[in-house]
């Protein structure tokens, strides 16, 4: 054992403060806190209405086709997989990609670490919705972009206020962050409303990155629009995985693309970058890449279209059910994704300080997890997720409605 006297007085090394967020501002860290506050000798089961995976339900399965594919371990390279999913995107683009504008990834979680990463400069901020998924903030700050936000309307279907992004962006500002299909708000923005998304970046200078997770996981009477249809008038890049539509979260396969039919990316050096970052990381799984063809290419439309229908039917029980709760409003009705926000009115309630105490005494009391709406930046509301079997979705209402009326202050 060394000496301790020739141990440095300050090391000149710590851990980054931005890896340690608060446990109320991640999803994962909320739900633990959440689950630890269940109420042990309720007998009822557990229903988790706070966390979009619907794997663990019997009621939801991945296709045979997916399930075939991974038993194989075939000797493939990544190339036919980037192959795959270039030609699985090209197909509702106006321009054909190639497998050079694809980078697969563990999952779309490291496709937006790996392009926050590239776009980290000393002054640098990039511009975040509201309410947002929670880790594109603190993977934003964590590689040392400030973040700025702009708004989401929820009386005009959760539409980006592009007053708002015109607002807060400055000089400094890199690109602008999209989620759509909406997490966590469940709405589907339309082809007009993203044309002038990219009209609006364009002018800022801007590029867009688009998480596109829950792309054509749709019900309502907005169809899915790829963001990379509008590549021609501003860069974009896209950020996509199998996890959702395919209901295999855990299989880490995903995919960093970029649209940009004019040029604009690899003449400021952000291929070059990008291919950088990604050959430091660690790649996906080599049999899923193997795979990827075949589930890509294999996958029956009728397999998505059960997914659709279950889910459009979980969503609009829920969304049906949370009108007779009281003190709760959901501003519109969800048409695509896994989750919807609802309104909390905490100024009926006796007893209850904010939307995250009102998560802990519902977990204690109920057995229900809700995620409260700090945990997407959208304090004294609530997310809901949705991608649960039927009778759970029915039961957990039920149960969210009966804790409600309990806590309603008296007349």
């Not at 990609?97 to 563990?106: G, K, N, Q």
């Not at 397999?303 to 007779?324: G, L, P, Q, R, W």
Request: proline share 7%; hydrophobic share 40%; glycine share 6%.
């Amino acid at each position: 054992m060394e000496n301790n006297s020739t141990l440095p007085k300050k090391w000149g090394f710590r851990g980054n403060s931005e890896l340690k967020p608060e446990r109320e501002t991640t999803i994962r860290g909320a739900v633990t806190l959440l689950q630890s506050n269940i109420n042990q000798s309720d007998n009822r089961p557990v229903i988790s209405m706070s966390h979009s995976q619907p794997s663990v339900f019997p009621y939801f399965n991945t296709t045979q086709i997916a399930a075939d594919a991974v038993g194989y371990c075939p000797t493939v390279g990544i190339l036919p997989a980037r192959r795959a999913v270039a030609e699985y995107l090209s197909q509702e683009l106006p321009y054909k990609l190639s497998p050079d504008d694809v980078f697969l990834t563990m999952g779309c979680k490291q496709a937006a670490q790996s392009i926050l990463q590239v776009l980290a400069g000393s002054k640098s901020n990039i511009l975040l919705p509201k309410p947002t998924f929670p880790y594109y903030d603190l993977f934003a700050r964590s590689s040392n972009l400030e973040v700025r936000h702009f708004d989401l309307l929820p009386e005009k279907d959760w539409e980006i206020d592009l007053d708002s992004v015109v607002a807060v962006a400055d000089e400094n500002t890199v690109a602008m962050f999209i989620i759509n299909p909406g997490n966590p708000c469940g709405n589907v923005f339309t082809y007009q409303h993203l044309k002038k998304v990219a009209e609006t970046a364009r002018k800022l200078g801007i590029l867009v990155l688009s998480d596109e997770v829950y792309g054509h996981l749709t019900f309502g009477k907005n169809p899915f629009v790829p963001m990379g249809v509008f590549g021609s008038i501003t860069p974009v890049i896209t950020l996509g995985s199998i996890s959702k539509m395919w209901i295999v979260p855990g299989w880490r396969i995903g995919w960093l693309v970029t649209h940009d039919p004019n040029g604009i990316l690899k003449e400021h050096g952000i291929i070059e970058s990008i291919k950088g970052y990604i050959d430091m990381s660690s790649e996906p799984p080599s049999f899923i890449q193997g795979a990827l063809p075949d589930i890509l290419s294999k996958t029956k439309e009728d397999f998505f279209s059960k997914i659709v229908n279950i889910i459009k039917e979980t969503a609009n029980s829920c969304y049906e059910a949370i009108k007779d709760v009281p003190g709760l409003t959901c501003p519109t009705e969800p048409e695509g994704s896994m989750c919807l926000m609802a309104k909390l009115d905490l100024s009926v309630f006796e007893g209850i300080k904010d939307d995250f105490d009102f998560c802990l005494m519902l977990a204690k009391e109920e057995s229900v997890i809700i995620l409260p709406g700090i945990c997407v930046g959208y304090e004294g509301w609530l997310r809901i997720t949705f991608a649960i079997d039927p009778s759970s979705v029915q039961d957990g209402i039920k149960r969210l409605k009966a804790f409600c009326e309990r806590h309603f202050k008296k007349a």
